[in-house]
């Protein structure tokens, strides 16, 4: 008996030692393009939220499935009818320059937020009211009226980590230069950027977790073409790279050094349509372009089933969406709206990435093609990644000559307010003022999308606030100021020891809890 009850603790030992988790080594992970900010507010794509994720933290946080947990806020409550949040703070926290992180620290990050024209302001402006210390620890933040997303806004949104009070009074006047050196309490600190080739995060000895992170540091390296990226995978050179081309999925899956992850995402990948200009002007000629594309065959063809067709703004698992039926595919059609709006031989520029998004240039060769059925010739032109975003993100009028873009949209707040928000409000437009989350970028206008949207924010019953949504989406859709085109799922190529890295929907990388079994 004390035999078998010898054996079987000498067994469980040995499995905790096989199974436990190890310290150590550096996690090699591979981007197509390189980030273009770590500063929280004014981060504008995911690749830079990638990196800046694992710096900054924020009060509360989701977990892979959507689910808000406690971060740097252990708890919260709601009170007056939705207008007030009180939040109580962790104890013990320290920012990476050792600063402490406290309720002053929570009021100053909202403060400098509040009160910056940085892209993504429009999360709280006009939503946040003012954030007030109670105490030492707490903190209540008052809204102006109740606001549906805020939890999840808070959870997910860059512009809600946390940034270090002494870095905000170093570099909170000059953005670009804030953006190269972030300063928050996350499991890894920023080291070095080597702009367009890496990005270097060592472990945060002092991290509040304790015994995280397992890894010793996080480096991100660009490399732009994605054979190479599978290939330095598969050799052994980099541990993880995330959309590889398709057609090399199967073979991926049989690699057994390797281990493949497909998830679906909340990415819409889009064509802009800029309405400013002649002939996109033109209703008819916008959904002409919509009927002209088979977004079956994309979906098939270029993108071998790593997505599918979208029929709205939202991708199908973003809070608020609503099924609109989309543009089926009708070349005749399109050749029929064409001529009635009176044209023929058609001559469009379309500017693209290149391998910031699966197949973005295959995708755009492709509807090249399609386009060129129903007599509209386009002249494609592939562009730098931080050239193309200065260029479509530019303030600047002379910037917005540019007819249709090639772009994608994932809400990190993984609901649908954030993307009618920013991307269909005309207060958003390009070059206004009075945006607060100046996303607009084709220029869409229409009054009664954005009464439906305003609604959307404040509205608490949920069967009316699907009903804004659905209206909202019809709407949207009729109007054609996109190609739309489809949603992504997103497919992660890791080494079979690379352990615990967890992949959320909003296109999010944790490394928190990851390790490497070497």
């Known amino acids: 008996m004390l035999v078998k009850k010898a054996l079987v603790i000498w067994f469980l030992v040995v499995a905790v030692f096989l199974f436990a988790a190890k310290y150590g080594g550096t996690l090699r992970f591979l981007f197509g393009v390189d980030a273009t900010t770590l500063l929280g507010p004014n981060i504008p794509d995911s690749i830079s939220n990638i990196v800046a994720s694992h710096i900054l933290e924020g009060l509360i946080d989701v977990d892979e499935n959507l689910k808000i947990i406690p971060c740097l806020a252990e708890r919260w ?268 031989n058609l001559k469009l520029e379309l500017i693209t990435p290149k391998g910031r998004y699966l197949n973005d240039y295959e995708t755009a060769i492709a509807l090249q093609g399609m386009l060129k059925e129903v007599g509209v010739t386009v002249d494609v032109k592939p562009m730098e990644w931080g050239t193309y975003v200065g260029k479509i993100l530019s303030s600047k009028p002379e910037d917005w000559d540019y007819q249709m873009f090639l772009l994608g949209w994932a809400p990190g707040t993984a609901e649908g307010h954030w993307v009618l928000f920013p991307l269909f409000h005309s207060i958003n437009q390009m070059g206004n003022p009075q945006g607060t989350a100046r996303y607009n970028n084709f220029f869409y206008s229409n009054p009664k999308v954005d009464e439906l949207i305003d609604k959307i924010g404040s509205e608490l019953d949920e069967k009316k606030l699907m009903e804004y949504y659905a209206q909202a989406q019809k709407i949207i859709l009729n109007d054609a100021p996109w190609i739309f085109l489809y949603e992504m799922k997103i497919a992660t190529v890791m080494r079979k020891e690379i352990k615990d890295l967890k992949i959320y929907p909003i296109e999010r990388f944790n490394m928190t809890y990851a390790w490497i079994d070497r």
């Open 77 to 344: 409550e709601v009170k007056e009818n939705g207008t007030a949040y009180v939040f109580y703070l962790r104890k013990g926290v320290k920012f990476h320059d050792g600063e402490d992180f406290n309720a002053y620290a929570v009021k100053t990050h909202f403060d400098y937020v509040l009160n910056s024209s940085l892209r993504n302001v429009g999360m709280f402006k006009g939503i946040l009211k003012e954030v007030l210390v109670l105490d030492q620890y707490t903190v209540e933040f008052r809204l102006f009226q109740p606001y549906t997303p805020i939890l999840y806004r808070l959870a997910t949104s860059s512009a809600a980590w946390i940034l270090s009070p002494k870095s905000i009074e170093k570099y909170g006047n000059d953005p670009a230069l804030f953006g190269r050196n972030p300063v928050g309490t996350g499991p890894f600190i920023f080291k070095e950027w080597k702009v367009g080739e890496r990005i270097e995060l060592v472990r945060n000895p002092n991290y509040w977790q304790n015994g995280l992170p397992y890894l010793d540091g996080i480096v991100f390296s660009v490399v732009s073409e994605d054979v190479s990226r599978v290939n330095q995978v598969r050799a052994g050179d980099a541990d993880i790279m995330y959309n590889p081309p398709p057609a090399l999925l199967p073979a991926l899956e049989q690699d057994p050094r390797l281990q493949l992850k497909t998830i679906p995402t909340v990415r819409v990948i889009y064509i802009g349509l800029n309405s400013r200009q002649a002939p996109l002007n033109d209703l008819r000629v916008r959904q002409a372009l919509n009927y002209a594309v088979d977004k079956e065959k994309l979906c098939k063809v270029i993108m071998r089933d790593m997505a599918r067709p979208s029929d709205s703004p939202l991708s199908s698992i973003t809070y608020g969406y609503v099924p609109t039926g989309g543009y089926p595919y009708d070349p005749q059609k399109a050749r029929q709206l064409l001529k009635e709006a009176g044209y023929s």
